[in-house]
């Protein structure tokens, strides 16, 4: 099972987005997309999960075409937290965790124990099984973005997809979060800010600058002084952690 985009093409009037992005999702692991502020993440995502439609190029899941699905069997396979969900609506945790349950019930099926125990899963896997009664607008952003990914992983998806999962989260649950996700066996395609935790946690890296992939592998192969200086303006040493052999960057005042 697996998640590919070849040669996906998106724009906005005459404006391109995304261009020409091929890549693949490898089945069980953590793909890291990262690229500065406005390269095509996050509308990346948004055609991988099949919410929007390419001018060109095509998604595919399993090697079929994604639009030769219907939505409701897309819904059961991927999942997809964006960066700024939100609601108005006046409800409890548990209630916004549910909705992930919804892909598997037909219009008149029933909700049954196995639901309940799966949302109990969620809930505890992201530690808010004790604010479930709370209501969504007593929470803070941390709290909710967990809330997000709770309902993600109750829908049962094979594909994860996760657009700056970590913003709004402390210290504590930006490290918590990316453990859960790299120990979970699921294809997972995060959008990420923070270089050393892509270095960290991920088994993969694609770099997208104006839309288009400038490199793509391992961290070790992708996290280069010339790639932070190219594309993200910065100066840097790259230099193997001592903690976990990874890449650690450190960063030149």
Request: charged share 20%; net charge positive; aromatic share 4%.
């Amino acid at each position: 099972m697996t998640l590919k985009a070849e040669n996906l093409t998106w724009k906005i009037g005459q404006t391109t987005i995304v261009d020409g992005v091929s890549l693949a999702a490898e089945p069980g692991k953590m793909l890291g997309l990262l690229g500065p502020n406005g390269s095509g993440k996050s509308s990346l995502l948004r055609l991988m999960a099949g919410l929007r439609t390419p001018q060109s190029g095509t998604v595919t899941l399993d090697d079929r075409p994604l639009r030769q699905f219907k939505r409701g069997a897309i819904a059961r396979r991927i999942a997809l937290v964006e960066q700024h969900g939100n609601t108005e609506s006046h409800v409890q945790v548990r209630d916004v965790v549910k909705l992930g349950r919804i892909p598997h019930h037909p219009p008149l099926g029933g909700w049954t124990r196995a639901d309940d125990e799966i949302v109990d899963g969620a809930l505890a896997r992201v530690s808010m099984a004790d604010r479930q009664g709370q209501y969504w607008q007593s929470l803070s952003g941390g709290e909710r973005q967990r809330v997000h990914i709770a309902r993600a992983l109750a829908q049962a998806p094979s594909e994860l997809l996760l657009d700056e999962p970590t913003n709004h989260l402390d210290i504590e649950h930006q490290i918590e979060l990316l453990r859960l996700i790299s120990a979970i066996s699921l294809t997972s395609i995060i959008a990420i800010h923070d270089l050393n935790h892509a270095a960290m946690f991920c088994d993969r890296l694609v770099v997208l600058d104006k839309g288009r992939v400038v490199a793509h592998g391992t961290p070790e192969a992708v996290l280069t002084t010339q790639l932070l200086r190219d594309v993200f303006r910065v100066d840097a040493s790259v230099a193997p952690s001592p903690h976990h052999g990874r890449p650690h960057i450190q960063y030149m005042r």
